[in-house]
């Protein structure tokens, strides 16, 4: 059963996520993300679920791994320097294989920044976040509608996998409306054998920890942890192809950014250019595959982004250099319009020929 | 008509878009008409969004220096008094959502009573998730007024689904403001609706009050 309604991207995660059984939040407020909190706050108390502002993002972080540990499901929101401050938390919960769902409704930076929206956090994001060897599943949601259903499936994959995902979007994201088709959640009980719920005296005591002081032991835990990510890499890479099939130039983009270009490629294959788009939707796992496949017909890349240029590292290793990859992009808060990237589409297409 | 009139509602109900199209529509008729931005919870979507419109059309715009600023700080200016002071102007108030945004309003709420020339207008929109139901939208009404201290006067039915609202999504919503209406004892005031609807909707909904949607996002 679907319902419609008008949301904020922010209010749709938030929705989105009591939905599919997320009974704790913990957070605390910056912009612009607020709304997700302040969503919270009102439903929370309503169906028995925890709201709780923390007195810090680390505090909040904290909270979400002891809650993760007890084996609920379990969330926190921030942007982009609240992040940077949840980051030790987010080392700790890989180290313990702890599932949760993490939002990072990204604004320009670096340090303080402004509230206009940015992508500048994908290095942060998609190579692990804090320190050690580790990855986070991550989610590029490009509407209000995949703000919601990427909601779901980042809890999902962070439950079979004992991962953390997260939600990577941008303030356009979390601020814009669009009408949502709102499903009913359907909460699969997933077994949680590991974690620290009680014992019934039926059992030895679960311990959820990130120490490990034998190094041999602590080798033997990453290697572990990266075979699992294998299985995501193969199973769980996500992406949306468009125009592609006969594109002489492959543009690269996500979430907001792929919302400009796709008026950008219909706009120059209006003009006889053959331009086709790559929309990652798993930021980490990066869709190396259908970009390796594009360097076989495509002369150039196009990466498009809200940064001094992040992805197009992934764009480059994905398609081993095969072909030239260029940048396109605004930053510190100001969003590509899709004249700009029309215009590197034809000069692109210019300089090729 | 009363002199001064102040939208307030839950947080994305369309407050600002009515109060910007309601202010210029009261300019064909009033020489002096001003809009007092009285928004402190969100730094974003701004009545001064529509600066070069409300200018070019000669209506007085009252904003924080702050507003689309990107400092992200709940100020108003001193300014702001001449919603009760210039009793000169028609004065439209587009107040911040829900009863957060409704505190700053408790500040004139001596001065508008003591004039006592106001309607105090309900905005709502049951396509918007927590005010889907007359009972949960009334208690969003009742959260305004205690956090303002001034009692509605009418109810604007606002109920719309962005840029896919179809005329039979209008038309679904009348029973939802007829109830609301019903249980406050108030009544519907205007049914807003994006203008393009308008003739769809005409004889079919008692008053319709078209909007020139203000801002488009990607």
């Known amino acids: 059963m679907a319902e419609k309604v008008l949301m904020k991207g922010n209010e749709a995660i938030a929705e989105a996520a009591i939905r599919c059984g997320c009974r704790h939040y913990f957070g605390y407020p910056i912009t612009p993300q607020t709304e997700i909190a302040a969503y919270m706050a009102k439903r929370m108390p309503k169906i028995g679920g925890t709201f709780l502002q923390a007195e810090s993002e680390v505090a909040a972080i904290n909270m979400v791994i ?19 401050l949840k980051s030790e938390g987010l080392s700790y919960m890989a180290g313990c294989d702890l599932p949760a769902l993490v939002v990072n409704v990204q604004r320009g930076g670096p340090g303080l920044g402004g509230i206009q929206p940015s992508q500048s ?80 005296m039926a059992r030895e005591h679960n311990i959820i920890n990130s120490l490990s002081l034998v190094p041999e032991e602590l080798e033997k835990l990453n290697f572990a942890r990266y075979e699992k990510y294998k299985a995501v890499v193969e199973n769980e ?3 949306e192809e468009y125009m592609m099939d006969d594109a002489d130039i492959c ?24 331009a086709g788009m790559i929309r990652p939707i798993t930021l980490w796992p990066f869709p190396a595959a259908p970009v390796k496949a594009a360097a076989a017909h495509c002369k150039s890349f196009i990466s498009v982004e809200l940064n001094m240029g992040q992805m197009i590292e992934d764009v480059r290793l994905a398609s081993e250099c095969a072909r030239p990859a260029y940048l396109c992009n605004r930053v510190g808060g100001m969003i590509p319009s899709p004249e700009q990237v029309l215009e590197k589409i034809k000069e692109i297409n210019g300089g090729v020929q | 008509m009363k002199r001064v009139t102040l939208f307030a509602g839950h947080y994305g109900s369309g407050k600002t878009n009515i109060a910007v199209n309601y202010a210029l529509k009261l300019r064909e008729t009033h020489e002096r008409v001003l809009i007092a931005d009285l928004d402190i919870v969100n730094p974003y979507f701004r009545t001064k969004d529509s600066l070069d419109e409300l200018t070019r059309a000669g209506v007085r715009l009252i904003s924080s220096e702050y507003a689309n600023s990107n400092v992200d700080l709940p100020a108003l200016p001193t300014e702001m008094y001449a919603i009760t002071d210039d009793t000169s102007s028609m004065a ?14 408790g500040r004139y709420q001596p001065a508008i009573l003591e ?19 007359p009972e ?33 999504d209008v038309l679904a919503s009348l029973p939802y403001a007829d109830q609301i209406a019903w249980e406050t004892g108030l009544s519907v005031r205007f049914t807003s609706v994006r203008a393009d609807l308008v003739p769809a909707l005409t004889g079919k909904v008692e008053t319709l009050f078209p909007l020139t949607l203000q801002k488009k996002y990607y």
């Open chain 2, 136 to 168: 949960d939208t009334i208690q969003v009404l009742r959260e305004i007024e205690a956090a303002c201290g001034i009692p509605f006067t009418g109810i604007v039915n606002n109920s719309n689904l962005g840029e896919q609202t179809a005329p039979e």
């Open chain 1, 121 to 200: 956090d994908y290095f942060q994001a998609t190579r692990g976040g804090g320190h050690g060897d580790y990855h986070m599943i991550v989610l590029a949601p490009a509407s209000v509608q995949e703000m919601a259903s990427l909601t779901a499936k980042a809890f999902d994959l962070a439950d079979k996998y004992r991962m953390t995902s997260m939600i990577l979007a941008d303030g356009t994201m979390g601020q814009m409306m669009e009408p949502v088709e709102l499903s009913e959640g359907e909460v699969k009980p997933i077994e949680k054998p590991w974690a620290a719920s009680g014992t019934q």
């Open chain 1, 251 to 274: 543009v690269v983009a996500f979430g907001i950014a792929a919302r400009v270009s796709k008026n950008a490629v219909l706009a120059a294959r209006e003009a006889g250019i053959r």
């Open chain 2, 92 to 105: 439209v108030v587009d107040i911040g959502g829900d009863d957060r945004g409704a505190y700053a309003l």
């Open chain 1, 237 to 239: 890479t996500m992406y």
């Open chain 2, 115 to 133: 004039e006592n020339d106001y309607d105090m207008l309900f905005v709502c929109n049951m396509y918007r998730p927590l005010t889907t139901t």
């Open chain 1, 66 to 84: 002891g809650a993760a540990s007890a084996g609920v499901r379990v969330m926190t929101s921030s942007s982009s320097p609240g992040i940077s």
